[in-house]
């Protein structure tokens, strides 16, 4: 099992910044990625950024590329997922999501799938005004 809490979330002008973390606990040592969805009011979930745990490779949909970086963590055995969230728009609105994929190698399954993510966290609002 794996327990994953975000925080960060918050109310931001367009253009400002947040930086949303995932903290992930339990049987972590077979993470093979993490990812970021969000889902707006009335919209279907949808991928934002992942990472790699072992290479740190990352990967971004258009809308983000050049204002979301993602990162990780592992200082002190405690796994953490970061997302820095520049350049706001008001489309960037939504809850935003972290999650796990637990295979313990490459399931075939892109990146920007929500069916490759085995734990989800419970989500953080991100409020974009205009």
């Known amino acids: 099992q794996v327990q994953l809490v975000e925080s960060g979330g918050g109310l931001v002008q367009a253009g400002g910044s947040l930086k949303l973390s995932c903290a992930a606990s339990g049987r972590t040592f077979s993470t093979y990625a993490m990812g970021w969805f969000r889902q707006a009011p009335g919209k279907e979930r949808e991928f934002v950024a992942a990472i790699n745990w072992s290479s740190s490779r990352t990967y971004y949909t258009e809308s983000v590329k050049g204002r979301f970086t993602i990162s990780i963590s592992r200082e002190n055995a405690k796994n953490t997922v970061y997302l820095q969230m520049n350049s706001l728009k008001p489309e960037d609105t939504a809850v935003y999501y972290c999650?796990?994929?637990?295979?313990?190698?490459?399931?075939?399954?892109?990146?920007?799938?929500?069916?490759?993510?085995?734990?989800w966290g419970q989500g953080t609002q991100v409020t974009v005004s205009s």
């Open positions: 999650a796990a994929d637990q295979s313990p190698g490459p399931d075939g399954l892109p990146y920007n799938s929500r069916h490759k993510y085995d734990y």
